[in-house]
């Protein structure tokens, strides 16, 4: 059984920065794209990084040019670097992984940004 571990949230003052970690446990086989998606309070997830088995990355508008994905090869897993974070970065940050196996998700990271 599969499972992703996110750590690396807490809280952090606005223009701080942060690094999400992703550990995962489990077989998977032929991992096609990983990355990261978040979630606000009364909003739906969405993508904020990815990057696929050829390294090509794709990123949400709004963290363009603060964030960046890189992928653990040793774990097959995706780590998030946020820069110059915003009070609306505030979210639940949440792994992913989309392999032959299906689509895997983690429990989350809550990252708070607030002075």
């Known amino acids: 059984q599969v499972q992703l571990v996110e750590s690396g949230g807490g809280l952090v003052q606005p223009g701080g920065s942060l690094r999400l970690s992703c550990a995962a446990s489990?077989?998977?086989?032929?991992?096609?794209?990983m990355g990261w998606y978040r979630q606000a309070p009364g909003k739906q997830r969405e993508l904020v990084a990815q990057i696929t088995s050829g390294g090509s990355t794709n990123y949400a508008d709004s963290v363009k040019g603060r964030f960046t994905i890189s992928r653990d090869n040793s774990k097959n897993t995706p780590n998030l670097r946020m820069s110059s974070l915003k009070p609306e970065d505030t979210a639940v940050y949440y792994c992913?992984?989309?392999?032959?196996?299906?689509?895997?998700w983690g429990q989350g990271t809550q990252v708070t940004v607030s002075s």
């Open positions: 992913n992984l989309v392999a032959r196996g299906g689509d895997y």
């Open positions: 489990g077989s998977i086989f032929s991992i096609y794209a």
